[in-house]
């Protein structure tokens, strides 16, 4: 499986003897936190404008944690990446291919998981939650967390994933990746305000953007609202 | 091995039947990266007061990878963290304990080792390089890499490291890891410029570390010098 070139035969045969079943089995699994801010259809009719910081869930039909909901995640096979890995797990849990990722932090406590020594490599991953097409997942609000039984250390690594962001978003430009393509200024800081769960100034909030930004020289046009610049995001 | 309580009967049994050894094996690993900025005392006399940045490698004793240099690390054990992984191994190889160290990143390529699959969670580890008592370990100039034979695929790692401690130099108190407890601004400000690389300027560099550091109120006494100030790192 390897280019790997044995320097001599005493080493080939080191390498052909070498059986992985010897040594302990620990899995290794990969756990997708998918971001996206987005409406909270579950609320009730008052709310309805009010945007959310959301996490996706899956309900596990399986032991453990059997009813609980947990990231979308899969066993890391022999012959894939832990990025392929990402991909097939997003792909079948939640129908989602090609979004934004990257590893968060691997997980190695060694009583994660009851089935057997399990270390989780966790990734976030970003997009426009609007436009999603889920498979068997659902969108849960970060602050309704604690209405749902979560399994495994998933809320965990759900904080960790959250304090990443709120950092993140500050110092790159991972934010666009939650937006869609054109957006106006008020909606672009409206997704910063809900990660850093804090109100901004806006005239301090234009001035840090203004250079990662450019106008489309489109305006928004919603009947009993003055029109808005729309912008997109500036490519280098 | 887990505080995990099985819902019911049904669960119970799942869980006791269920055998790590069905799965794929696959191994996981710690690799520390250790950096400390050092005088480079394998260099010619005139060079002897010119310090780098240097990376803490093993001569591998064993295949595959014979004789190469190596990153220390060793596998984790089944009832084992990662994080006490890296302590056994760091003390096992290099004699080092309780030094600073943070997760870079899990290495998961396929063909990373031609024993078996080994998936890497690698750290990076900092310290004052100048007090250091090694065991089997030697320190590397990051320069000087591209002289020695490297095993694994422990060169992309270290540079990946070498990314992540540039960026993080500036943006947080790391640096600190690396100095000893007391410092003047000239001695930090060297350690800044080794690690990004570049010159800064003296008057520009003393605002912006002004807010982490404290005077202690002694000075420097070297015959021949003008003596200067001596710093330690501000504790909120």
Redesign the interface.
């Given at each position: 499986?390897?280019?790997?070139k044995?320097?001599c035969e005493?080493?080939k045969i080191?390498?052909e003897k070498?059986d992985?079943?010897d040594?302990?089995?620990?899995?290794?699994t990969v756990d997708a936190v998918v971001f996206g801010v987005r409406r909270d259809a579950t609320e009730n009719y008052r709310k309805l404008d009010k945007q959310t910081i959301q996490v996706l869930l899956v309900k596990r039909e399986e032991?453990?944690y059997?009813n609980y909901y947990a990231l979308p995640g899969g066993?890391?096979?022999?012959?894939?990446?832990?990025?392929d890995t990402l991909e097939r797990t997003l792909k079948n849990k939640t129908g989602l291919t090609g979004i934004y990722s990257e590893?968060l932090?691997?997980f190695?406590?060694?009583?994660?998981?009851?089935?057997?020594?399990i270390?989780s490599?966790a990734y976030i991953s970003l997009l426009d939650a609007n436009k999603t097409n889920l498979k068997d997942a659902i969108w849960v609000p970060i602050d309704a967390l604690d209405k749902y039984d979560i399994a495994f250390d998933h809320k965990d690594i759900i904080d960790e994933a959250m304090n990443r962001l709120r950092g993140k978003i500050v110092?790159s430009d991972i934010v666009f990746h939650m937006m869609p393509e054109e957006f106006t200024i008020s909606e672009l800081q409206e997704v910063y305000e809900i990660v850093l769960g804090e109100k901004l100034l806006a005239p301090a909030f234009r001035r840090v953007i203004a250079k990662k930004i450019e106008d489309t020289g489109k305006m928004t046009n919603n009947a009993g609202h003055r029109p808005s610049r729309i912008f997109r995001q500036k490519k280098d």
């Open positions: 499986m390897s280019k790997y044995p320097s005493e080493e080191f390498l070498y992985a079943k040594y302990p089995s620990i899995a290794i032991y453990p059997k066993f890391v096979g022999i012959e894939e990446s832990l990025e590893q932090y691997t190695g406590a060694i009583d994660r998981d009851p089935r057997m020594r270390v490599s110092e």
